[in-house]
């Protein structure tokens, strides 16, 4: 997990310049692929969760992991010993990434991710 965590130290440093609240890192490349080649495997470089799906968001003091059930277990097993939160997707109570980014900053605040990794419906 070290290397996680520094990460997230080099990603939130930066964020911390470039006046971001949270970064989002999605599943996806420009071309949204089924498959990602190691460039767009942006999501399993910062969290350390190599599943085909998930959304890994990145706050100045918190982290959060969304996946689906196929991945719950490899959620959990993937990112023990690091600092982020394991969001279950279609477990009651979960919330909504957007619902915790509500939840966790103040209105107004800003969003960055990699424009070239979602699609127009994600970033509506």
């Known amino acids: 997990m070290p290397n ?10 930066s964020m911390k310049s470039r006046g971001v609240d949270a970064w989002i890192a999605t599943t996806g490349d420009a071309h949204l692929s089924e498959y990602l080649s190691a460039r767009w495997r942006t999501r399993a470089y910062l969290s350390g969760f190599g599943g085909s799906a998930g959304t890994f968001i990145v706050t100045a003091d918190e982290a959060g992991l969304w996946a689906d059930s196929r991945y719950h277990m ?14 279950k997707e279609g477990k009651p109570g979960v919330p909504t990434r957007e619902g915790w980014l509500r939840s966790v900053l103040p209105a107004g605040s800003v ?14």
């Open 74 to 87: 490899r959620a959990d097993t993937e990112t023990a010993g690091s600092p982020i939160r394991v969001f």
């Open 4 to 13: 996680v965590i520094a990460r997230m130290e080099r990603l939130r440093k």
């Open 111 to 124: 969003l960055g991710f990699d424009p070239e990794s979602v699609s127009a419906q994600q970033i509506e």
